[in-house]
């Protein structure tokens, strides 16, 4: 190790079955937001775990880029703007500000691309007429659909499977325009009151998968390292993202591993504003430290789907000080923190860890607090 704790040999990572070399720049591309309503729980989750991934490649000895989009193009956006008589992109960057700000106050490192989709229209432009040349796409009626029959095979959903999901996500299968039921826009037309902009195909907007696409083409090339993301989104968002950009570049895999973080219920359901059960960050973070709120996320395995229990946080605020009390004391064994190391760079092992970090003390202590953000 050197002298920040990080390792200088590691030559690999695990993350979810796969075996990262590490290189540098390791490049994550992180589903962001959609920035029409307040920053809860399950919206941090993801991005507290996205963020802890990054901080281990980094603690491996690679250097890291994160891309981390910002849907300000979308159609619940739209609505959320109109319906508070503002228009979207202004009312997206006001969201925008309030969801950083939960970020900062977390301890989220700031990703070093930040991309907001409108700024990134021309390039879903160029990644639809990309698709139309290789015979991936098609034109219909003002838009250009994706030929997607075979994505929720690949990842290894049956038809009524993926059919239930997209419904869950508003997309349309049963829309006549599409040659298949899978079939999903990369460009679509727009009405009037409806944001819009030129294109081949007339006054249009992208469509949600193309959007993330054309994003991480744009930032990081035809390819990343980690794709992470809730693991709501792996069908439809992330499945689609993926086929169109090794569609249209003839790259594959889009991602090295996948990341797709557990999500967090409430008295069994999905944490969501549809089902009226959300806990936000704003007001975790009025009662608790954002350290307490970060291990209440972090102390588990990360595919990991988890009950929010309001008196759970306390528990961890009480193994955040007997870890505090345990960094004071001296030095500690190398041989601790290589094990703490060894345990973080296996598929992220939090729990083990902390473990060795509360019985070791000293550096081992230290260091998986300052790797967490912890500190």
């Known amino acids: 190790m050197d ?12 993350l979810g079955g796969c075996a990262l070399p590490v290189i540098s720049p390791a490049r994550l ?26 901080a281990v490649l980094r603690l491996a000895g690679a250097q890291t880029l994160t891309c981390r989009n910002v849907t300000d193009v979308d159609d619940v956006l739209t609505h959320a703007a109109a319906a508070r ?67 929720p095979a690949k990842i290894g959903l049956t038809v009524a499977e993926a059919t239930e999901l ?13 040659a298949d039921p899978f079939d999903v826009p990369v460009w679509r037309p727009s009405a009037d009151e409806a944001p ?40 439809p968002h992330h499945a689609y993202q993926a086929a169109m950009v090794e569609a249209a570049t003839g790259v594959g895999p889009f991602a090295r591993a996948t990341f797709p973080v557990g999500t967090v219920t409430v008295e069994g359901a999905k944490m969501a504003k549809s089902a009226g059960n959300l806990v936000l960050v704003s007001d975790l973070l009025s009662h608790h430290g954002a350290a307490a709120v970060r291990l209440l996320v972090l102390n588990r395995p990360w595919q990991q789907s988890w009950e929010f229990r309001p008196g759970d946080i306390t528990v961890q605020a009480n193994q955040l000080e ?13 041989a601790a923190s290589d094990a703490l190391t060894a345990a973080l760079v296996d598929d992220l092992d939090v729990p083990t860890a902390l473990g060795i970090g509360e019985e070791s003390g000293g550096d081992a202590a230290r260091l998986v607090l300052r790797t967490l953000a912890l500190e």
């Not at 002298?3 to 695990?14: A, L, M, N, S």
């Not at 920035?35 to 993801?46: I, K, W």
């Not at 007997?322 to 190398?334: D, V």
């Open 196 to 235: 819009g902009w030129p294109s081949p195909w007339g006054r249009g907007r992208p469509g949600w998968h193309a959007e993330c696409a054309a994003i991480a083409l744009g930032v990081l090339g035809p390819a990343v390292d980690i794709l992470a993301g809730g693991a709501d989104l792996n069908f």
């Open 322 to 334: 007997r870890l505090y009390s345990a960094a004071g004391r001296a030095l500690g064994a190398p």
């Open 166 to 178: 997209a419904a869950e996500f508003g997309d349309r299968p049963d829309d006549p325009a599409r």
């Open 29 to 54: 591309y992180v589903c962001g937001i959609t920035p029409y309503d307040v920053t809860h729980l399950g919206h941090a989750s993801t991005l507290v775990w996205a963020d802890a991934a990054a």
């Open 85 to 151: 008589g503002r228009r979207f992109d202004e009312f997206a960057l006001e969201q925008e500000y309030l969801f950083g700000r939960d970020m900062a106050a977390l301890r989220v490192r700031r990703p070093e691309y930040e991309p907001r989709a409108r700024h990134h229209v021309g390039q879903v432009v160029q990644l639809a007429l990309a698709l139309l040349a290789r015979g991936r796409a098609y034109q219909r009626d003002g838009a250009v659909y994706f030929r997607g029959a075979e994505v």
């Open 3 to 14: 002298r920040y704790g990080r390792r200088e040999h590691t030559d690999r990572i695990f």
